[in-house]
């Protein structure tokens, strides 16, 4: 599975941003997409995901109420809009995912449930 990730950029706090996700490569029935990000001097944490098939989604506390994943199946993209945005939302973000979304589900913060990773796409929101 090939994953490509953009829609980052430059936001003020208090805007939105939409961030995709578009796979290729092999049929995800199976699979869950979910975005992490990694902070400057931080480690990468769990943003949100989604399982393609289900429609299953799980948030992280730090974007839950303010943020939705949502699948377009015409695309092939797994698309994160968050609402809200402070700086602490400053991040590069990444897209990856998990073959078996069961497993992926039992745990979904944690990044070894998730074999394949696209290329981060860098978000700075600005005070």
């Known amino acids: 599975v090939q994953l490509q990730a953009s829609g980052g950029g430059l936001v003020q706090a208090g805007g939105s941003l939409r961030l995709s996700c578009a796979a290729s490569?092999?049929?995800?029935?199976?699979?869950?997409v979910a975005w992490f990000r990694q902070a400057p001097g931080k480690e990468r944490e769990f943003v949100a995901v989604?399982?393609?098939?289900?429609?299953?989604?799980y948030y992280s506390d730090s974007v839950k109420g303010r943020s939705t994943i949502s699948r377009d199946n015409s695309k092939y993209t797994v698309i994160l809009q968050v609402n809200s945005l402070k700086p602490d939302d400053t991040a590069v973000y990444y897209c990856?995912?998990?073959?078996?979304?069961?497993?992926?589900?039992?745990?979904?913060?944690?990044?070894?449930?998730?074999?394949?990773w696209g290329q981060g796409t860098e978000v700075t929101v600005s005070s």
């Open positions: 990856a995912a998990g073959s078996d979304w069961r497993d992926v589900f039992s745990k979904p913060a944690d990044s070894s449930r998730y074999a394949f």
């Open positions: 490569g092999r049929t995800l029935s199976s699979y869950a």
């Open positions: 989604i399982g393609w098939f289900t429609l299953s989604t």
